[in-house]
């Protein structure tokens, strides 16, 4: 997957159709960058090519540093995954970003907040990440399209049944929707949060794509 001035995936189109997944921190250099490179991966490591079943993966910050790149230690932590951080460049969340979107995650509950009093009818499809893993895991995955059928269909009938459930299947407690900040905090509380970065995300791309994790 390259990346053609640092948005890569952002900026390729496929044909057919297509569901867009947006990440959004605060300043695009720690979490989201982070987050979308792992989504990234996880999609690569299930489908080989993302963009051959339409998913593209972006992200962008509340306060984004337009052009940045990422956190030295967030690459760090991308590469003790074996994700690919080359090429990344941060940008500031802006309207057009959530109109294409079709699935919004936010580090926390602040951010998804930000979203969604932009408009454009984002209430439904935005949520915080750990949010949306917990939805996830209490949906039955036999009810969703099979993925054999297009994997864009299936990503939208997700989202559908996860905001269904969303009033119904409450946090245990305030912080654990969050995904809290390692912005300038040492290697070790980065790993840490690029451990509960993955740990949330696998069974989001595991329903996503229908296909489990390589063991």
């Given at each position: ?209 229908g296909v489990p994790p390589r063991a």
């Amino acid at each position: 997957m390259t990346a053609p001035q640092g948005r890569g995936i952002a900026e390729t189109s496929s044909t057919g159709p297509t569901f867009r997944i947006l990440h959004v921190s605060t300043g695009n250099v720690c979490r989201s960058p982070i987050t979308e490179r792992l989504t990234r991966h996880a999609l690569s490591d299930r489908l080989g090519d993302p963009l051959t079943g339409g998913l593209i993966v972006e992200s962008a910050g509340t306060w984004g540093h337009e052009g940045a790149p990422m956190e030295a230690n967030a690459e760090i932590v991308l590469a003790d995954f074996g994700a690919d951080a080359s090429g990344f460049m941060g940008r500031e969340l802006l309207d057009e970003h959530v109109i294409r979107a079709d699935l919004v995650l936010t580090a926390t509950r602040d951010h998804r907040a930000q979203v969604i009093s932009m408009g454009h009818s984002a209430g439904l499809r935005t949520f915080t990440l750990k949010e949306f893993t917990r939805l996830v895991r209490a949906i039955d995955p036999t009810t969703l399209p099979d993925p054999h059928e297009g994997v864009v269909e299936r990503a939208r009938a997700l989202v559908r049944a996860a905001a269904a459930l969303r009033g119904w299947l409450l946090a245990p407690s305030p912080d654990a929707d969050e995904v809290f900040d390692p912005y300038g905090a040492p290697i070790t509380f980065f790993r840490s949060i690029g451990d509960e970065i993955h740990q949330a995300l696998d069974p989001v791309v595991t329903a996503l794509t229908g296909v489990p994790p390589r063991a």
